[in-house]
């Protein structure tokens, strides 16, 4: 069973599932990769009010890197 983490975006506005929190496709190998990518994200947008991360069953298949502040697909 695999193991990554994934960011999780949190808005104002409940979304379509009754929750505040949406995420995407993007799995990391580490939380520190998640919760990265997600300070990076939070400081570019202006919707979002916060983020979490959440532990996710699948394959990791991105990586943060911290020196171009991009993802990168594994």
Do not use: I
């Not at 193991?3 to 520190?32: C, I, K, V, W």
């Not at 699948?58 to 890197?65: F, H, L, M, T």
Request: glycine residues 6%.
């Amino acid at each position: 069973m695999a193991t990554s983490y994934r960011p999780m975006m949190q808005f104002a506005e409940r979304q379509r599932d009754g929750s505040y929190f949406t995420g995407n496709g993007l799995r990391f190998a580490t939380e520190q990769e998640a919760r990265d990518q997600a300070d990076d994200l939070l400081s570019r947008w202006f919707v979002p009010t916060g983020y979490r991360v959440e532990l996710s069953a699948d394959e990791p298949n991105y990586r943060w890197d911290s020196e171009s502040h991009k993802v990168v697909a594994l």
